[in-house]
């Protein structure tokens, strides 16, 4: 079945320094991308997405490319801020099925 | 704020007693999912709904689960004769369309301890 497994945690950063959390995924066809935020004490929000090979999502400074070659939608940041700390989860999701399978989830501090 | 909203935010129950959560979606999106999160794991689906109708049920719905939309609108959904195994976080989402790119909103999850 599809899946989704996501670089290890937890991730330690200090302020403006350069992120990738890596993901990468099992599925069958051309399955939808996503990230996933979950701030302190918020549900999760959508952060960005990618629906065909090569598309690029990007939103708040992240941006992630849907790399079907290698399976992968990893997720970068070039300056990160101390409000970038949250949990991050990589997802997908297909036309038929539309249900989201989720990675394990990264969590991220960062340090002023 | 006319997010998904989730009732109750917190339950604490004892094993063998039945629970039961409400979610209301944002108005007028069709589709309705529910998730289940454990402590360091990302969320796994459950179910979800097509206005009314229950489309699809993972296999880690047991017999013990039930969830009904009845009018297309709130849901819930009833564990029955709960085992410490269903302390989690249940999560609620709703999307305007079935598109495997539309977005999915989430509601802010009960929490349930089983004792």
């Known amino acids: 079945g599809d899946s989704v497994t996501?670089?290890?945690?937890?991730?330690?950063?200090?302020?403006?320094?350069?992120?990738?959390?890596?993901?990468t995924y099992t599925a069958?066809?051309?399955?939808?991308?996503?990230?996933?935020?979950?701030?302190?004490?918020?549900?999760?929000?959508?952060?960005?997405?990618?629906t065909k090979a090569d598309d690029k999502g990007s939103n708040k400074g992240f941006e992630a490319t849907y790399r079907k070659e290698t399976t992968s939608f990893h997720l970068e940041k070039g300056s990160v801020q101390v409000s970038d700390s949250a949990v991050y989860f990589c997802a997908l999701s297909h036309q038929g099925a539309q249900k989201l399978v989720f990675g394990q989830g990264t969590r991220l501090t960062i340090n002023p | 704020d006319t997010g998904v909203s989730q009732d109750p935010r917190h339950k604490i129950t004892k094993r063998g007693q039945n629970v039961t959560f409400r979610c209301d979606p944002i108005s007028e999106h069709n589709r309705l999912y529910w998730y289940r999160q454990t402590l360091g794991q990302g969320p796994e689906f459950l179910t979800y709904f097509q206005n009314e109708a229950q489309l699809e049920k993972s296999r880690l719905l047991s017999d013990r689960f039930s969830a009904e939309?009845?009018?297309?609108?709130?849901?819930?959904?009833?564990i029955q004769r709960t085992e410490q195994g269903d302390s989690a976080m249940y999560l609620c989402a709703s999307s305007l369309g079935g598109g495997a790119s539309d977005e999915q909103f989430f509601g802010p999850g009960t929490r349930l301890t089983v004792l």
């Open chain 1, 6 to 23: 996501q670089m290890e945690g937890p991730v330690t950063l200090s302020e403006e320094a350069f992120l990738t959390i890596n993901c």
């Open chain 1, 28 to 50: 069958t066809g051309y399955p939808s991308l996503f990230w996933y935020v979950q701030y302190p004490g918020e549900g999760l929000q959508l952060l960005l997405k990618a």
């Open chain 2, 69 to 78: 939309r009845p009018k297309g609108s709130f849901s819930t959904l009833e």
